[in-house]
């Protein structure tokens, strides 16, 4: 059974998976990436995951058939599970929790050898979608404080499994670096009333030396102070607190932001593993004034060392104004 333990000096939550158990030989990288003969997220092998929760599919088809163009299903190996208590106890000085929540992928298209970099609008649309249904559906759960969306892509970004697919975990617990967003942008708008993320897209629209793609609702940037090179974040430019909150015509306009910035990335990059995480206000409501849903890509380029995982802080080779030029010059299709 996972189980949810606070550090009590960081006051930070870590999931202890113990349906993943492994002894430390597992560890071990293996040297050259295995090519899969077997794809479990593969037209036909429907039967090998969990029954779909969701599937975007023709009406004449049935559930785990073939026919579907965007699947979501358990995650067989959840790092969480549904049917546990969201429940803290006590361990002397410390405090768990039964390890509650939802462990879902969100399998993007039945093409194994695809990318959303590569994909049409359309079908970033409906992943789109599809992750609205599952945030909606989820957040009526009132045992559920957060539900972050996110992608591994490329074994060296955490993927296990080289079908394109991303994952949604809902827990019972803000996470802690969710809780320092909120906190600063609480903070700022306390003196200044007004949104901090607002203020950046402002300014970063009249100063044009960091933006990779624009349309009429969304932007995507380099930040000023990015931690890892071509670390670019996705804004919706209206104040918008919750992802769920996003409409049809943001919907179009989001799919298509996303692709182009990912495209520029593979591109300048040579298709380079990566991480992105959607970060949206919890579910509790807090931060309805002050914070902006966002998503944060991470491409993994260089390596989290000594300094970092001491200090907290980053150094980054290559200043977001010099990333900006490279993805802008990349030449769109
Ligand atoms: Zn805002």
Redesign the pocket.
Known sequence: MPEFRKDPVLKRWVIIATERAKRPHDFVKPKVEEKPAFCPFDYGNEHTTPPEILAFRPADTAPNSPGWWVRVVPNKFGAVNPELKAKKYGLGMFDAMEGFGYHEVIIETPDHNTHLALMDYKQVEEIIWAYKQRYETIAKDSKIQYILIFKNHGRDAGASLQHPHSQLIAIPIVPKRVQEELNGSQEYYGYKER?V??DIIDQEMQRQERIVEENDSFISIEPFAARFPCETWILPKR?MNCFNDITEKEVKAFAMVLKNTLYRIYKALDNPPYNFMLHTAPVTGEGKTYY?WHLEIVPRLTNVAGFEWGSGFYINPMPPEEATKYLRAVEMP
């Open positions: 949104c993320f607002c104040h902006h």
